[in-house]
């Protein structure tokens, strides 16, 4: 197995973490309790949700987003067919809940400067098919929610954020994950923070939290406002054997609710942390003109203030992608393309028809020329950052 002296993430785990997972285990109750009501309350009281739910992975709660919107509990629904825009730089659980909920994904570029959606490309796909727009917060940077919020107005569209690699990024004051109807976080190992897997699913409104609740939980009654009136209208049935809705079972633990809820608390001082770290490696690269001329680093948006997930890198045109990303690991530095690159090219795309267009230049040239580095948390020796940018030269 490689030896990499710089890997896209080290284990996360404080020994304080570790503790709080211990005493969850001691305790021998382990499934879904009391410490995941108090992290969905933390959570939304720190991040100014309203609702927040916790479940298994950031890609459930892509899926328990999705599924609310077409649940016939909802007053307002989508329609099978109806269109949902989605960058084409995306993660497969950001696309694939459009697919399995029976709405139609329509592929925007990106803006090439932030790798968030292109927003003037984005208002030319919208017809009166589009109902709905799934955002995909890119490695801790985003597009002019400014701009994106008067779009979704004019519009009148449902908005989704993946918020899943911005946990804590602002927009002029304003986390991400509280614009739109819906937000999703993960609290995957890579992640600001970790319990190990896990993610949060945000709503504005507690009609569309008592349907989340439900489709989590296998469609249940248990837990519900409305528990009891349900109860009452069906007692042919038992009460605590009532199915009210359709559902899965998405459910998160309280180990990982204590994990993640001790990791939560020292969010900021994380994101400090990182931004440091980005910082000191930006600095030595912009030090090192070959390196500098020919790798160009993510700036940060404009009224953005980040919460960094990794370091996306885009390479010069003359240099080939698959040589520079050879040497980088032969010399021990763990790389990965952003996000997963231009998901037009994907072959489950293809399979499923699910795009005519092609015309996605900028998520191309990512594709063609882009990867990321991971971002400690932990501060990084001088030694491993000059190391870093030496063997980002030596791939040149």
């Given at each position: 197995?490689?030896?990499?002296?710089?890997?896209?993430?080290?284990?996360?785990?404080?020994?304080?973490?570790?503790?709080?997972?211990?005493?969850?285990?001691?305790?021998?109750?382990?499934?879904?309790?009391?410490?995941?009501?108090?992290?969905?309350?933390?959570?939304?009281?720190?991040?100014?949700?309203?609702?927040?739910?916790?479940?298994?992975?950031?890609?459930?709660?892509?899926?328990?987003?999705?599924?609310?919107?077409?649940?016939?509990?909802?007053?307002?629904?989508?329609?099978?067919?109806?269109?949902?825009?989605?960058?084409?730089?995306?993660?497969?659980?950001?696309?694939?809940?459009?697919?399995?909920?029976?709405?139609?994904?329509?592929?925007?570029?990106?803006?090439?400067?932030?790798?968030?959606?292109?927003?003037?490309?984005?208002?030319?796909?919208?017809?009166?098919?589009?109902?709905?727009?799934?955002?995909?917060?890119?490695?801790?940077?985003?597009?002019?929610?400014?701009?994106?919020?008067?779009?979704?107005?004019?519009?009148n569209l449902i908005l989704i954020e993946d918020t899943c690699e911005s946990l804590g990024t602002k927009y002029k004051n304003k986390y991400l994950g509280t614009y739109g109807e819906f937000s999703s976080f993960s609290f995957y190992s890579s992640h600001q923070i970790s319990s190990g897997e896990g993610g949060m699913v945000c709503c504005?409104?507690?009609?569309?939290?008592?349907?989340?609740?439900?489709?989590?939980?296998?469609?249940?009654?248990?837990?519900?406002?409305?528990?009891?009136?349900?109860?009452?209208?069906?007692?042919?049935?038992?009460?605590?054997?009532?199915?009210?809705?359709?559902?899965?079972?998405?459910?998160?633990?309280?180990?990982?609710?204590?994990?993640?809820?001790?990791?939560?608390?020292?969010?900021?001082?994380?994101?400090?942390?990182?931004?440091?770290?980005?910082?000191?490696?930006?600095?030595?690269?912009?030090?090192?003109?070959?390196?500098?001329?020919?790798?160009?680093?993510?700036?940060?948006?404009?009224?953005?203030?980040?919460?960094?997930?990794?370091?996306?890198?885009?390479?010069?045109?003359?240099?080939?992608?698959?040589?520079?990303?050879?040497?980088?690991?032969?010399?021990?530095?763990?790389?990965?393309?952003?996000?997963?690159?231009?998901?037009?090219?994907?072959?489950?795309?293809?399979?499923?028809?699910?795009?005519?267009?092609?015309?996605?230049?900028?998520?191309?040239?990512?594709?063609?020329?882009?990867?990321?580095?991971?971002?400690?948390?932990?501060?990084?020796?001088?030694?491993?950052?000059?190391?870093?940018?030496?063997?980002?030269?030596?791939?040149?």
């Open positions: 197995m490689q030896k990499y002296f710089y890997p896209l993430v080290e284990n996360p785990y404080r020994k304080k973490d570790i503790d709080e997972g211990i005493k969850v285990l001691k305790s021998r109750r382990l499934t879904t309790g009391l410490l995941t009501t108090k992290f969905q309350n933390t959570f939304s009281n720190k991040i100014k949700t309203n609702y927040s739910l916790l479940v298994n992975s950031g890609s459930s709660a892509n899926l328990l987003a999705m599924q609310c919107l077409i649940n016939p509990y909802r007053k307002k629904r989508l329609k099978s067919g109806d269109e949902v825009l989605i960058p084409a730089l995306c993660w497969s659980t950001s696309l694939w809940p459009i697919v399995q909920t029976g709405l139609k994904p329509k592929f925007v570029d990106i803006d090439i400067n932030t790798l968030n959606i292109d927003l003037v490309d984005l208002e030319k796909k919208i017809s009166k098919k589009t109902k709905a727009i799934i955002l995909v917060h890119v490695l801790g940077n985003c597009t002019n929610m400014n701009q994106l919020m008067r779009i979704k107005r004019k519009y504005k409104n507690e009609e569309d939290f008592e349907i989340l609740k439900a489709l989590r939980s296998h469609g249940w009654s248990r837990g519900l406002k409305n528990e009891k009136t349900i109860s009452d209208k069906n007692q042919n049935l038992d009460k605590r054997f009532i199915f009210y809705n359709s559902g899965f079972n998405l459910r998160s633990t309280d180990i990982a609710a204590s994990i993640g809820l001790s990791q939560f608390k020292d969010l900021q001082k994380f994101i400090r942390n990182r931004t440091i770290n980005r910082n000191l490696i930006n600095r030595e690269i912009k030090s090192n003109l070959k390196v500098s001329q020919n790798f160009n680093i993510l700036k940060q948006n404009n009224h953005v203030k980040a919460s960094w997930f990794g370091i996306p890198i885009i390479i010069s045109k003359k240099l080939l992608r698959k040589n520079v990303i050879k040497k980088l690991e032969k010399y021990g530095v763990e790389t990965r393309p952003i996000i997963s690159g231009n998901f037009l090219k994907q072959p489950s795309v293809k399979k499923y028809k699910l795009s005519k267009s092609t015309n996605m230049k900028n998520a191309e040239l990512v594709n063609n020329k882009g990867f990321f580095i991971g971002l400690p948390t932990k501060k990084i020796e001088k030694k491993i950052i000059k190391k870093l940018v030496k063997s980002l030269e030596k791939s040149i």
